[in-house]
């Protein structure tokens, strides 16, 4: 069956430590999306990607990086310079053949400080 | 920029009817709703394109009013699988795929 599959499913991440969160798809979906969802509130866009090797910025990417380097697979690092960064990660793909695409999510990645 | 949903939280009886609003103080080219079970991902339920077209996936439709730049889901006899958060995704431009959602709907059930 195709679908997103995100690892690992909890995370923690020690002060200082850049972490990297795995995000892969086999809907053989062009766009990738991160979300990072808090306690309570809706789904903000980090990072996206509409085709291999380009991504753009969403609303919250300071302290984030990712990279394209395949299709079906769209990494995000927490890097140290989140000072933040206990969420609740989603990652999402969809078509772009067209607009107006569903986006389909991946169960999530829970990051926490120890 | 990010849309307004209210309620905030709403809390049924089984059968009872529900509506969740979704306004955006720009323009809209589409609208998209979602829903999230607790600690799950979220589910796509349907897609609103301007021109105030109204859909409906089982008992839940939604429409979408261009003009008011806003869009309204209905749940109607609602059943205890409905309970989760709700969320509207708006997009601004055509083709871009980019979404800004709302803070989401609490809606919870009960027997």
């Known amino acids: 069956d195709g679908g997103i599959t995100q690892s690992p499913k909890y995370l923690f991440r020690k002060e200082g430590q850049n972490v990297t969160l795995s995000c892969e798809q086999n809907?053989?979906?062009?766009?990738m999306y991160w979300y990072r969802q808090d306690p309570g509130q809706g789904l903000r866009l980090i990072y996206y990607?509409?085709?291999?090797?380009?991504?753009q910025k969403g609303d919250i990417a300071e302290g984030y990086s990712v990279s394209r380097e395949k299709k079906e697979s769209f990494p995000l690092t927490v890097t140290s310079a989140q000072k933040n960064p206990t969420a609740f990660y989603l990652c999402?793909?969809?078509?772009?053949?067209?607009?107006?695409?569903?986006?389909?999510f991946g169960d999530g990645t829970r990051l926490s400080i120890l | 920029q990010q849309p307004v949903q209210s309620p905030q939280a709403v809390i049924l009886r089984e059968g009872e009817d529900a509506v969740i609003n979704c306004s955006s103080s720009?323009?809209?080219?589409?609208v998209h709703w979602y829903r999230q079970k607790h600690g799950e991902a979220p589910v796509f339920l349907m897609i609103?394109?301007?021109?105030?077209e109204q859909k409906g996936h089982e008992k839940i439709s939604a429409s979408f009013n261009e003009k008011k730049q806003q869009s309204s889901l209905y749940l109607t006899a609602s059943q205890l699988s409905y309970s989760g958060t709700y969320f509207c995704?708006?997009?601004?431009?055509?083709?871009?795929?980019?979404?800004?959602f709302g803070t989401g709907t609490l809606l919870a059930v009960q027997p």
């Open positions: 999402a793909s969809s078509r772009t053949d067209t607009g107006n695409q569903p986006q389909h």
């Open positions: 809907l053989n979906h062009d766009a």
């Open positions: 990607s509409q085709i291999v090797n380009d991504f």
């Open positions: 720009k323009a809209l080219y589409s």
């Open positions: 609103l394109l301007k021109g105030g």
């Open positions: 995704g708006t997009e601004l431009g055509g083709a871009t795929n980019k979404l800004i």
